[in-house]
């Protein structure tokens, strides 16, 4: 492998997973997880969403996080604390909150876009940059998601070169790092060749991120395959927490164990301690009392004396 | 890919499946299974074992399974039918009951052979030996099993050359395909990497076969792996039945709706119609009333009208 053999692991389920599971967690909770997430060496967590409480009760608190972290009452170690913002709204009062990155979304899918926030892909993009104006303006580092990349549950197939044009627009407002996201985990290893090379080929390793889901059970071969052509910068989500609401049948995420099992046994440095990083995801699942659909953490769990 | 387009799926869930569940399954839903699959055009498909039956319940009545086939009272379609034989006796009853197809093992490693089946790996080719004497003289075609390839849950780590080894012994009784297995699920690509590719330049793709366990969710990320390399035949078990007794966890094999619809999203003809395979594992797993681990099936499960 001629790539770097650090690949970065991108934490999405403090707001990503938890975003999506049907009851909200404390506050409390949420902080257990991230400083357990952050002591065990991850360097990207995903903590938060600017969203509309009332419609996303899940994410209530996000402000309260980043300003916990700010002010060091969440030990957030080395780790770089990342949180959602929908629109100019929730980037306001994320500057307020004082994050110093943010991500935005939009999908490669018009159904999609229109049935999740109710917009146009190019209402979307406007909004975004709209954003992006106000992140430069405060020194705020920007991350974009590309949904339903690989299929939509309302259109079906999504084609590469439609992903590429929203990757191209993203891009095009300065957004430094793009994750394709699979929504509703429809993806295999040739349609990741199809769309991740020719995006690789265009914006370097350094600009590109893969998000799977494991709806259908491929998302650790889809990174596997995303990886042999170069991407070293992957989301994945604590005990595989969330889903995606609108994705009937959905198991959720890419489980960050599984992912860093793999990376370990493959020689791939991650900087995270995979043992550490399952107790805490372990007692944050008792805590919640909910499973977790990671494997790798089913057999942690089976054998661990903790 | 200079490799062919066409995978061999070798579904192992009648037998190694069903042995490692808890409590034994009927005959007449054994007979269901293997009829449903057959119909969806599986090409090949383990259907029992010739074990003592007062020390392996689930897999009695597998001579009975065996001559239905024979005399058409089961309907195997084009399926070609295997059946375990752990020594030379099973061997004798599997002569009797018309087989034509036979599956032996043993371990790459000492202590897991010891434990397993109270012989040396010496002594388990000795006997295999003599099995494959029997096959020759019946016209019946012998498939042999190396189980702990990538690892042991006694001895930890066992060495690529070690397995090699164990292979070129099978090759050298003449038998004709050898599936290397990852009995605990512990393997990942590099390891695949490391054991499948001087066993296909040692012995062709024709004569190598895949059996990966999904314990720590890597098995389709390591069969993506294996078809890289040239692997073209992967066993595998319908809706993750089953699981080895010995591996704490252990959340079974790697499930065949999970291969399927990598290999059909890839562009690889396997012969089998998924949405058939689907309706018989999930109207089995109904009948023997126990959830299964695809996570295709439980996305097919939720959408599925029937």
């Given at each position: 492998m001629s790539a770097s053999d650090h690949v970065r692991v991108f934490e999405v389920g403090p707001r990503d997973g938890l975003q999506n599971e049907k009851l909200p967690v404390s506050l409390e909770d949420r902080f257990f997880l991230i400083a357990g997430l952050a002591r065990a060496g991850v360097s990207d967590i995903e903590v938060g969403s600017f969203v509309r409480e009332d419609r996303v009760?899940?994410?209530?608190g996000s402000a309260e996080i980043n300003q916990a972290i700010v002010e060091g009452r969440l030990p957030s170690g080395t780790a770089r604390a990342w949180s959602l913002v929908p629109n100019v709204r929730g980037m306001e009062n994320a500057v307020k909150a004082g994050v110093k990155r943010v991500a935005v979304f939009t999908a490669a899918s018009e159904a999609f876009n229109q049935k999740n926030i109710g917009m146009t892909i190019a209402q979307s993009l406007a909004e975004i940059s709209k954003v992006a104006d106000l992140a430069r303006a405060h020194g705020i580092q920007v991350r974009g998601y590309v949904s339903t990349a690989f299929g939509c549950p309302f259109e079906g197939q999504v084609s590469a070169s439609q992903v590429m044009g929203v990757i191209s627009s993203l891009a095009a407002l300065g957004i430094g790092e793009i994750s394709i996201g699979d929504t509703i985990g429809v993806a295999t290893p040739r349609a990741v060749e199809e769309l991740v090379r020719p995006a690789l080929q265009a914006h370097g390793a350094g600009a590109i991120a893969v998000h799977f889901h494991d709806t259908r059970g491929t998302a650790l071969a889809n990174t596997l395959r995303a990886l042999d052509l170069g991407v070293r910068t992957v989301d994945s989500s604590a005990g595989g927490l969330g889903g995606c609401?609108?994705?009937?049948g959905a198991t959720g995420n890419l489980a960050t164990e599984d992912l860093l099992y793999m990376l370990q046994g493959m020689g791939l440095s991650t900087g995270v301690d995979l043992d550490a990083f399952c107790r805490t995801t372990l007692e944050f699942s008792r805590r919640i009392n909910r499973p977790v659909s990671s494997r790798y953490l089913a057999a942690f769990a089976s054998t661990c004396k903790s």
């Open positions: 009760p899940q994410m209530a609401p609108f994705a009937p």
